[in-house]
């Protein structure tokens, strides 16, 4: 099975070899790696749409396990929500016939309803009942008068004229039982956990936790907690992607720094791809005689699209091995990050199953003044302040994509497009919350 790729090349859902099957190819002899124009980012995200299925299976899981997962299937409501009935507040259930008119209705007390404790005799025609929210009101009772606006004197009470219906919650008002509660493809949180809690259920359908592969390539890299010697740098990139593919709720295998050596690299990722739904790396995707990430991918498998015209985030490549899809992030700090966002989010959601939404915008204030002529487009980083005119964008002043304070710094990213620009202070701009990117 194959699926059209850039610039005539194929796309694979399957096949490849091991290392020495597959010379590593020169940009002159592979189409898929010659320097052409760079690609737009919808390209990218286009392809992930349309290539891309869910390889997660389904599993059954308690509601103890399930935040964070995926909902394999459409969630019915198997009764109604709420099941019968009742108070929403604390008052006097009555028929809102007994207060027609105008003026108060001095009423008999015919009895007490709490939660819980349904009203064991019939209701007594012309009476008020003193209810408690969330008890059942029973039939012949239409309407809940709140208890501040109550008087009560002995066995009466004084009641003002009140609309049918008022302060009253009606069975299957939130769900009606075989209505759809959750759709497939929820990613479970608190709120959703709690629904299939008021359904009853203790156990629901979810899809298995992505299993994702990460690694970093450079031999100037180390990890953290050894000695750093002179020339060396601690690897940031592959604990800043764990923990965001950690908050999507994916099992992740952490392959360690790779170094800068082809046969090396082919080997580790020959074996990955076997073991994993998807690998992620950093580094080595560029165009220098030491980023081998992207020729090993091709000499292994397929080089599906590679450099975007986007700052910061280049030299981004998706490829796949043997059917597994690869996702090479660059090195620098900041790039990796914000690529992850934009590309490997909606990646995940496909073959995870989940319901993929493009990050949310918000229109906001320039507080920047901007000229450039750049053919490519832009999320730099900002954080917001209130001024008397609304929510203002100022950036962060040093956008080198090395410098990952930036991001700490920042809560989101304004998105600048490619092409001749000019902004002026004041101007309304877009700006993509970090909260919405970030879970």
């Known amino acids: 099975m194959t699926t059209a790729g850039h610039n005539g090349c194929e796309a694979r859902a399957g096949g490849g070899g091991g290392a020495g099957d597959h010379p590593l190819p020169d940009d002159a002899a592979d189409p898929c790696l010659q320097h052409g124009p760079l690609l737009p980012a919808e390209a990218l995200l286009d392809f992930i749409d349309r290539t891309f299925v869910t390889v997660a ?18 969630l019915l409501s198997c009764r109604a929500v709420p099941a019968f009935d009742n108070a929403s507040v604390d008052g006097w259930a009555v028929a809102a016939a ?7 209705r001095l009423l008999p007390i015919g009895g007490r309803i709490a ?16 209810i408690f929210t969330g008890a059942p009101v029973p039939a012949g009772l239409d309407t809940v008068v709140m208890q501040e606006d109550a008087r009560r004197q002995g066995d009466e009470v004084t009641l003002p004229p009140t609309p049918r219906g008022a302060n009253l919650r009606h069975a299957g008002e939130a769900l009606a039982a075989g209505q759809r509660a959750l759709a497939a493809g929820t990613r479970l949180r608190a709120p959703e956990i709690g629904l299939a809690a008021s359904l009853g259920l203790t156990r629901i359908p979810v899809r298995r936790a992505l299993r994702v592969a990460v690694f970093s390539t450079g031999d100037e890299l180390r990890t953290p907690g050894v000695a750093l010697a002179e020339g060396t740098i601690y690897d940031s990139n592959r604990f800043s992607v764990m923990a965001l593919l950690d908050d999507l709720g994916c099992q992740v295998s952490d392959l360690g720094i790779l170094a800068d050596q082809p046969a090396r690299l082919a080997a580790v990722l020959g074996d990955a ?15 220098g005689e030491e980023d081998h990430v992207r020729r090993v991918i091709a000499a292994l498998g397929k080089i599906h699209l590679w450099r975007l015209a986007l700052k910061p985030g280049r030299p981004v490549a998706l490829g796949d091995v043997g059917g597994t899809p690869i996702l090479a992030l660059p090195g620098n700090p900041v790039a990796a990050i914000v690529t992850f966002l934009l590309f490997a989010r909606p990646l995940i959601a496909r073959l995870s199953g989940a319901i993929s939404l493009p990050p949310r915008r918000y229109p906001v204030i320039a507080g920047f003044a901007l000229e450039r002529q750049s053919g490519r487009r832009e999320f730099a980083r900002a954080r917001l302040e209130e001024t008397p005119s609304g929510p203002t964008a100022v950036l962060f002043p040093n956008d080198s994509s090395g410098v990952l304070a930036s991001l700490t710094a920042s809560e989101g990213l304004v998105d600048l497009p490619a092409g001749p620009l000019s902004i002026a202070k004041g101007a309304s701009i877009d700006f993509l919350p970090f909260v919405g990117l970030m879970p």
């Open 57 to 74: 299976h389904s599993e059954i899981c308690g509601l103890r396990q399930a935040r964070g997962r995926i909902l394999a299937t459409d």
């Open 98 to 104: 007994e207060l027609a008119g105008s003026g108060c």
């Open 115 to 130: 939660a819980g404790h349904p009203l064991e005799s019939p209701v007594r025609p012309g009476h008020a009942y003193r």
């Open 273 to 287: 791809c076997g073991r994993h739904d998807l690998l992620i790396s950093s580094g080595g995707v560029s165009v």
